[in-house]
């Protein structure tokens, strides 16, 4: 079964820290990659889509990086604000347009 | 430009009503999908439209029906709403759906967020 699994589930860090998501895939044959960024009660908005020869891709103060032959990816956020507390989901895209949503990580900024 | 509008934001249901949850999008996007996240779980795609005029099963279908009525919008109806339907409901366009488009972003609404007692 095609798998998208992330890692923490749930991360609180200080203003200011880097931090670093985790998202492992089963999904095959791949397409492409993407992070969102979803805040409360609000829609998953778009960070970045990254394909199987990209290994690394930044929106501002977030860098994905891919490694397709262990399957893995991370989001690593930088000089975190209170505005990064949202929920950020791993989404894996086969050849066919069938997109496998993660769970996603949790994370809160505290001041 | 609104992107991609939902309503009702919220909604409360007796088991066994009917129901329907619209969508519109103002982007001049060929496909839409109806997607339910809940707790502790991805989403997953109930619904989708590639093109106006084509509706697709995804993930989840049961109990569930859609309608693409126009390039713009796309619903989605509940016939007999159960409980395991409580929820929150998305609809998300992208501007084309072939592998082609596989790199297009997809853009999310805000959200329905269905209780169903």
């Known amino acids: 079964k095609n798998q998208v699994e992330q890692s923490p589930q749930s991360l609180i860090i200080l203003e200011g820290k880097n931090c670093t998501l985790q998202?492992?895939?089963?999904?095959?044959?791949?397409?492409?990659l993407r992070w969102y960024k979803q805040d409360t009660g609000r829609g998953p908005v778009s960070l970045t889509i990254?394909?199987?020869?990209?290994n690394t891709k930044s929106n501002g103060r977030y860098t994905a990086t891919l490694d397709a032959d262990t399957k893995q990816s991370s989001l690593h956020i930088t000089a975190s604000q209170l505005s990064d507390s949202a929920s950020y989901i791993c989404?894996?895209?086969?050849?066919?347009?069938?997109?496998?949503f993660g769970a996603g990580t949790r994370l809160t900024v505290k001041p | 430009n609104a992107g991609v509008t939902q309503t009702p934001k919220f909604q409360v249901l007796k088991t066994g009503q009917s129901m329907t949850l619209q969508c519109a999008q103002d982007?001049?996007?060929?496909?839409m999908y109806w997607y339910r996240q809940d707790p502790g779980m991805g989403l997953r795609l109930i619904y989708y439209?590639?093109?106006?005029?084509?509706?697709d099963k995804g993930e989840v279908p049961n109990g569930y029906n859609v309608s693409r009525l126009n390039k713009r919008e796309f619903s989605l109806r509940l016939e007999s709403a159960a409980p395991s339907q409580t929820s929150v409901y998305f609809c998300?366009?992208?501007?084309?759906?072939?592998?082609?488009?596989?790199?297009?972003?997809?853009?999310f609404g805000p959200g329905t967020r269905l209780t169903v007692t």
């Open positions: 998300a366009s992208r501007l084309a759906f072939s592998s082609g488009g596989n790199l297009y972003e997809q853009y």
């Open positions: 439209s590639a093109s106006e005029g084509t509706t």
């Open positions: 990254m394909t199987f020869s990209e």
């Open positions: 982007m001049n996007h060929n496909s």
């Open positions: 989404v894996v895209a086969h050849n066919n347009n069938d997109m496998r």
């Open positions: 998202c492992n895939y089963t999904v095959s044959p791949f397409s492409n």
